[in-house]
Nanobody, 117 residues
């Protein structure tokens, strides 16, 4: 299985910012919906944001107004700009590439984001 390459996680103080990056599978990036998910221990993985190949985006209610998803098709890369971070944003963040042809899914390795009070 193809694993997407993520970067940008780490430790940040409440109110701070981080930008996550994910390099997707180049061969199918243009026909894929890209997304960011997060997971905490004992809970299911949940959608944070996703963006279509036409740059239409959707966000979970708990990040609207704080996070911005974007993509650079030339670089086969999706980004998540996270501002005004809160301790409850602490989680492992995963990048997802969902192909609209064949409905296949690729995932990143997961990155720890920790927001301290």
């Amino acid at each position: 299985q193809v694993q997407l390459v993520e970067s940008g996680g780490g430790l940040v103080q409440a109110g701070g910012s981080l930008r996550l990056s994910c390099v997707g599978a180049k061969s199918s990036f243009m026909i894929s919906i890209m997304g960011w998910y997060r997971q905490v221990p004992g809970k299911e993985r949940e959608l944070v944001a996703k963006i279509s190949s036409g740059a239409n985006s959707n966000y979970a209610d708990f990040v609207k107004g704080r996070f911005t998803i974007s993509r650079d098709n030339a670089k086969s890369t999706v980004y998540l700009q996270m501002n005004s971070l809160k301790p409850e944003d602490t989680a492992v963040y995963y990048c997802n590439q969902h192909s609209t042809v064949g409905n296949g899914d690729f995932w990143g390795q997961g990155m720890q984001v920790t927001v301290s009070s």
